[in-house]
């Protein structure tokens, strides 16, 4: 038991099977690390290579049928079903909805990855037989790049957030990944199953966040070295992690009504901002070609990219390397993700939910990616500027800083692109700091307000952030990366057994709406009876 001086912490129990679980296996891992680099980072990368070759494929599978399963939902009579019961009133306005799904969904991603596309129109995989540079080759890699970002990632995360939900709100369970294997297990699903899914949901998401602050780390440092002669590395990157750690543990105490809300809307509207800007003063007429011929090539081409596995063995495992590990590291983030967006949507259908959650914010994933992925192909195949050369020279982390010369006040746009990195972690790390916090106790009734105690806001804040430089220092982020992909693979069975356990539940007759309206501030938390 802790017990905090904040008014919100008048008592509560540590879950410690479920926060130890995750702090033991980093533990051991910063120590392999450590003491060994190369052994940790050859381990690894063989444990995730076998499981990629062997399991592959049920990521693949088991993603599509996410899609399918939330298309299915948001078209079916049942889409109707509000959360929390036919009285349950919203508690945010849409807008404020819509810019914290989008922000706590994507975050960090959004400004890092653009320039994939150019990659892989560079280096498309040997199996698609496509040659490099080709405007074949550039569609592909752009259909690719909406199936990495649109609505694949969003249907995983709205499949857990809207069974979570669902459990909490409808059938009174705890807000809790656990509690959407109910309708599957029953009672069975609290006790022991809720400990082991709980703790696997803690390890995969510490793990996530923390590599994608490496990520976030990795392009400011860059950001800073391009803009300020600031040599980039470790001291650096422990400065920057301090600052963006405070600003997201400060943010995470003053609740969800508050900083989340406040850091997601300034982030959207940056996002919108930064958009419209490269949209209006860039290759306009390209951008929106280009866009439009991926999108529906994307579209054409839907369930074949979706299960495409290249099997022979003369492949170059292109698609093991990132359609599936893009699908297992969201994954990773699903239950934690799903549990957040769960907390903003009492008083919504579930048309509502899978319509913020998923169709705008993958129609949003297309206009970006269109947007800043055309920006970079036409500099580089169109303007003469050698971003591949620039990306074997300095890596991806710069590359979005660089593709801002093509645009006019670039010495304008490039501080806000900064500020967006900034805001865009924090925001993330906001929201994933308190939804873990959430599911670190028991005895939620205990609390007089729906946010979790500020101690626990802060222990996990300030073990994300030291998780993120120990590996960044170390050398291991890639050993992070993987860390968290191989923790989404058991989230993929979790979350299919959710998805099972629905469906049977439909089939029973037993998926009804609920009597009445159910109070969100008693319904706070997880595991009462625990």
Same mark, same amino acid.
């Given at each position: 038991?802790?017990?905090?001086?904040?008014?919100?912490?008048?008592?509560?129990?540590?879950?410690?099977?479920?926060?130890?679980?995750?702090?033991?296996?980093?533990?051991?891992?910063?120590?392999?690390?450590?003491?060994?680099?190369?052994?940790?980072?050859?381990?690894?990368?063989?444990?995730?290579?076998?499981?990629?070759?062997?399991?592959?494929?049920?990521?693949?599978?088991?993603?599509?049928?996410?899609?399918?399963?939330?298309?299915?939902?948001?078209?079916?009579?049942?889409?109707?079903?509000?959360?929390?019961?036919?009285?349950?009133?919203?508690?945010?306005?849409?807008?404020?909805?819509?810019?914290?799904?989008?922000?706590?969904?994507?975050?960090?991603?959004?400004?890092?990855?653009?320039?994939?596309?150019?990659?892989?129109?560079?280096?498309?995989?040997?199996?698609?037989?496509?040659?490099?540079?080709?405007?074949?080759?550039?569609?592909?890699?752009?259909?690719?790049?909406?199936?990495?970002?649109?609505?694949?990632?969003?249907?995983?995360?709205?499949?857990?957030?809207?069974?979570?939900?669902?459990?909490?709100?409808?059938?009174?369970?705890?807000?809790?990944?656990?509690?959407?294997?109910?309708?599957?297990?029953?009672?069975?699903?609290?006790?022991?199953?809720?400990?082991? @899914? =709980?703790?696997?949901?803690?390890?995969? +998401? $510490? #793990?996530?966040?923390?590599?994608? &602050?490496? %990520? /976030?780390?990795?392009?400011?440092?860059?950001?800073?070295?391009?803009?300020?002669?600031?040599?980039?590395?470790?001291?650096?990157?422990?400065?920057?992690?301090?600052?963006?750690?405070?600003?997201?543990?400060?943010?995470?105490?003053?609740?969800?009504?508050?900083?989340?809300?406040?850091?997601?809307?300034?982030?959207?509207?940056?996002?919108?901002?930064?958009?419209?800007?490269?949209?209006?003063?860039?290759?306009?007429?390209?951008?929106?070609?280009?866009?439009?011929?991926?999108?529906?090539?994307?579209?054409?081409?839907?369930?074949?990219?979706?299960?495409?596995?290249?099997?022979?063995?003369?492949?170059?495992?292109?698609?093991?390397?990132?359609?599936?590990?893009?699908? @297992? =590291?969201?994954?990773?983030?699903?239950? +934690? $993700? #799903?549990?957040?967006?769960?907390? &903003?949507? %009492? /008083?919504?259908?579930?048309?509502?939910?899978?319509?913020?959650?998923?169709?705008?914010?993958?129609?949003?994933?297309?206009?970006?990616?269109?947007?800043?992925?055309?920006?970079?192909?036409?500099?580089?195949?169109?303007?003469?500027?050698?971003?591949?050369?620039?990306?074997?020279?300095?890596?991806?982390?710069?590359?979005?800083?660089?593709?801002?010369?093509?645009?006019?006040?670039?010495?304008?746009?490039?501080?806000?692109?900064?500020?967006?990195?900034?805001?865009?972690?924090?925001?993330?790390?906001?929201?994933?700091?308190?939804?873990?916090?959430?599911?670190?106790?028991?005895?939620?009734?205990?609390?007089?307000?729906?946010?979790?105690?500020?101690?626990?806001?802060?222990?996990?804040?300030?073990?994300?952030?030291?998780?993120?430089?120990?590996?960044?220092?170390?050398?291991?982020?890639?050993?992070?990366?993987?860390?968290?992909?191989?923790?989404?693979?058991?989230?993929?069975?979790?979350?299919?057994?959710?998805?099972?356990?629905?469906?049977?539940?439909?089939?029973?007759?037993?998926?009804?709406?609920?009597?009445?309206?159910?109070?969100?501030?008693?319904?706070?938390?997880?595991?009462?009876?625990?």
């Amino acid at each position: 038991m802790i017990n905090s001086k904040n008014s919100n912490d008048k008592g509560y129990s540590i879950r410690w099977a479920v926060l130890l679980v995750p702090l033991a296996i980093f533990g051991f891992l910063f120590i392999m690390g450590v003491t060994n680099e190369q052994l940790f980072v050859s381990v690894m990368w063989g444990f995730f290579e076998s499981l990629m070759v062997n399991v592959g494929w049920l990521v693949s599978l088991g993603s599509l049928s996410f899609v399918i399963f939330a298309v299915v939902l948001m078209i079916h009579p049942l889409g109707k079903i509000k959360l929390g019961g036919k009285d349950a009133k919203p508690e945010f306005k849409t807008w404020h909805w819509w810019a914290m799904s989008l922000c706590a969904g994507i975050a960090i991603g959004i400004v890092f990855w653009p320039p994939e596309a150019l990659i892989h129109s560079a280096y498309p995989p040997r199996g698609m037989f496509l040659e490099p540079d080709s405007h074949e080759a550039i569609v592909w890699a752009m259909r690719t790049t909406f199936l990495h970002w649109t609505f694949t990632p969003y249907a995983i995360y709205v499949v857990a957030g809207v069974l979570i939900a669902y459990a909490a709100y409808n059938l009174k369970r705890p807000l809790a990944p656990s509690s959407a294997l109910y309708p599957l297990l029953g009672e069975r699903s609290t006790g022991l199953t809720a400990t082991v @899914v =709980d703790a696997i949901t803690l390890f995969a +998401i $510490v #793990g996530g966040t923390a590599g994608s &602050l490496g %990520y /976030g780390l990795m392009q400011l440092g860059a950001g800073f070295e391009f803009m300020l002669n600031i040599p980039t590395g470790p001291t650096l990157w422990i400065a920057l992690c301090a600052i963006i750690v405070i600003g997201y543990t400060i943010s995470s105490i003053t609740g969800l009504n508050r900083g989340i809300k406040w850091l997601s809307d300034k982030n959207a509207w940056l996002f919108i901002g930064l958009m419209a800007f490269a949209f209006i003063f860039g290759p306009t007429a390209f951008i929106l070609n280009l866009t439009t011929q991926s999108a529906g090539a994307y579209v054409n081409n839907f369930f074949e990219a979706m299960t495409f596995t290249d099997p022979f063995p003369n492949g170059d495992l292109w698609p093991q390397w990132w359609d599936m590990y893009w699908y @297992v =590291d969201w994954l990773s983030f699903a239950p +934690i $993700v #799903g549990m957040f967006l769960a907390r &903003l949507a %009492y /008083g919504r259908t579930l048309r509502e939910f899978f319509m913020v959650n998923m169709v705008l914010p993958a129609l949003f994933g297309i206009a970006w990616f269109g947007v800043f992925g055309s920006l970079i192909i036409h500099g580089h195949y169109y303007q003469g500027m050698d971003y591949i050369g620039i990306y074997h020279e300095s890596g991806i982390e710069i590359l979005m800083l660089r593709v801002l010369e093509l645009l006019p006040l670039v010495a304008v746009i490039r501080p806000i692109l900064m500020i967006t990195i900034f805001i865009s972690f924090i925001t993330l790390a906001d929201s994933m700091t308190s939804t873990v916090s959430m599911l670190s106790i028991s005895r939620p009734d205990e609390l007089t307000t729906s946010e979790p105690p500020v101690s626990l806001k802060l222990f996990w804040g300030l073990l994300t952030g030291a998780t993120a430089i120990i590996f960044l220092v170390a050398g291991g982020l890639e050993g992070v990366k993987i860390v968290k992909t191989i923790a989404g693979i058991p989230i993929l069975f979790i979350q299919i057994a959710m998805m099972v356990g629905f469906i049977v539940y439909y089939f029973r007759g037993k998926v009804v709406d609920s009597p009445g309206a159910y109070n969100i501030t008693n319904q706070n938390t997880v595991n009462k009876d625990m």
